[in-house]
């Protein structure tokens, strides 16, 4: 069974300083794709970014970055220069060969100015 | 991307009724999906709707409560049936882009039942 588990209930940060949102996941599947996404007070759940099993390097979208450690089965979300609109509930998600995606329980990150 | 609507936004309902949520997208999708997030919880996964074929339930929900439509590559519809005050969440289909690269969600059906 896949497990994503985010042990970060809230986290915050300064305004412009980076943060580091964990995330760990479990799986025996071979192939698998990570996301985050980012999920404000009106409820839209909002792509972040995307991170392959296979993918050596990396990903990178803009402000937001995954550190990606499959030995350690870790799929971190960093996002730098944190601006005041980053302040919402952040999801970590798994999915496997069928598809199923599996999210782990959110971190809401809010930013101080 | 894509651009997902659904239709109603918000709901109030009566425990026992049912209530039919519509999702559309601007892109033909092979893979749709619905969620639910129950009021202060991260979300889960309903089923998965491939058009021509019956939905694909995941462990814990069932077609009688939850029937899906996928009638085309547009659209979907999600009922919620002989609702109770459990049933109260937001309500969230969603489409894969460009394989299982990318998946996008709609805005939500925020789903009150008293």
């Known amino acids: 069974a896949q497990k994503i588990t985010q042990t970060q209930p809230g986290m915050f940060v300064q305004e412009k300083e980076a943060v580091t949102l964990d995330c760990t996941y479990d799986?025996?599947?071979?192939?698998?794709?990570l996301f985050w996404y980012k999920q404000p007070s009106s409820g839209e759940m909002i792509f972040l970014i995307y991170?392959?099993?296979?993918?050596?390097q990396n990903a990178t979208e803009g402000r937001y970055s995954l550190n990606f450690q499959k030995a350690r089965k870790s799929a971190n979300l960093v996002i730098s220069a944190s601006q005041l609109g980053d302040s919402a509930m952040y999801f970590c998600?798994?999915?496997?060969?069928?598809?199923?995606?599996?999210f782990g329980a959110g971190t809401r990150l809010t930013v101080k100015p | 991307s894509a651009v997902i609507s659904q239709k109603p936004s918000r709901d109030i309902c009566q425990r026992g009724t049912s209530l039919t949520i519509q999702c559309q997208v601007d892109?033909?999708?092979?893979?749709m999906f619905w969620y639910r997030q129950q009021p202060g919880q991260s979300l889960t996964l309903i089923a998965t709707?491939?058009?021509?074929?019956?939905?694909?339930?995941e462990s814990g929900f069932v077609i009688d409560k939850f029937p899906i439509s996928r009638p085309n590559l547009t659209f979907s519809t999600l009922t919620v049936s002989n609702m109770s005050p459990e049933d109260s969440s937001i309500y969230l289909c969603?489409?894969?882009?460009?394989?299982?690269?990318?998946?996008?969600f709609g805005p939500g059906t925020r789903l009150t039942v008293t």
């Open positions: 709707a491939n058009q021509g074929s019956e939905a694909t339930y």
């Open positions: 998600a798994m999915r496997g060969l069928y598809n199923d995606m599996r």
């Open positions: 799986t025996s599947d071979p192939s698998y794709g």
């Open positions: 969603s489409v894969e882009i460009g394989g299982m690269y990318e998946q996008y």
């Open positions: 991170q392959g099993s296979y993918d050596q």
């Open positions: 892109s033909q999708v092979t893979m």
